[in-house]
């Protein structure tokens, strides 16, 4: 059984992608993500565990996709901006 994942997120709009972490527990990780696609963004996540061929966040590649450094900073602030205006919307 592998012990460790690094957590990748691919934002299906600019087809980018931003290898985020290396962990151990990947619930706050897939959590954030669920809750990007429940406001609508079109993010998807994968989990890789580390192994000798993907030993290094750098020999992680996905056809048809760039890496974007920051695309999880941004991605999150994205989120926020989503949450605050629908908050916004209820409390008119």
């Known amino acids: 059984m592998y012990t460790k994942c690094w957590h990748v997120i691919k ?20 959590n954030k993500t669920y809750a990007m696609q429940k406001a609508g963004m079109n993010v998807t996540f994968i989990l890789l565990p ?9 020999s992680i590649k996905f056809i048809g996709y760039s890496l974007e450094a920051g695309l ?18 209820w409390e008119d």
């Open 11 to 30: 934002d299906e709009a600019t087809h980018t992608f931003e290898v985020v972490s290396e962990a151990v527990s990947d619930n706050a990780f897939t």
């Open 50 to 58: 580390v192994t000798n061929k993907h030993a290094s966040k750098e």
């Open 72 to 89: 999880y900073q941004r991605l999150l602030k994205q989120h926020q901006e989503i949450t605050f205006k629908q908050s916004d919307f």
